[in-house]
């Protein structure tokens, strides 16, 4: 996966949100920061887990968290892979 890495910069929302682990915040910058172009991030929840040095229960018990408190959406579904896009 490509992207135009500069960092991470988490806003004052999300690094404020009590209701979000350490490492949900991760998860969550990852997705934006993979999240560069009209489709959305790809990235596979093992990547993610692979990434964040935890299972892939974890991100996709993650993942469903961040969507239900509506940081991130989930988008199109091929059968293999399921886009994600922050939204601030």
């Not at 209701?19 to 560069?36: G, Q, R």
């Not at 229960?57 to 408190?69: G, Q, W």
């Amino acid at each position: 996966m490509e992207r135009d890495f500069k960092g991470i910069w988490i806003p004052k929302e999300i690094w404020l949100d009590e209701d979000l682990s350490p490492l949900e915040k991760v998860i969550l910058m990852e997705i934006d920061s993979l999240d560069n172009d009209d489709r959305g991030c790809y990235a596979s929840n093992q990547y993610l887990a692979d990434f964040c040095h935890c299972s892939s229960v974890k991100v996709s018990t993650t993942i469903k968290k961040l969507k239900d408190l509506g940081y991130i959406e989930a988008g199109e579904f091929d059968g293999r892979s399921r886009n994600r896009r922050y939204r601030p």
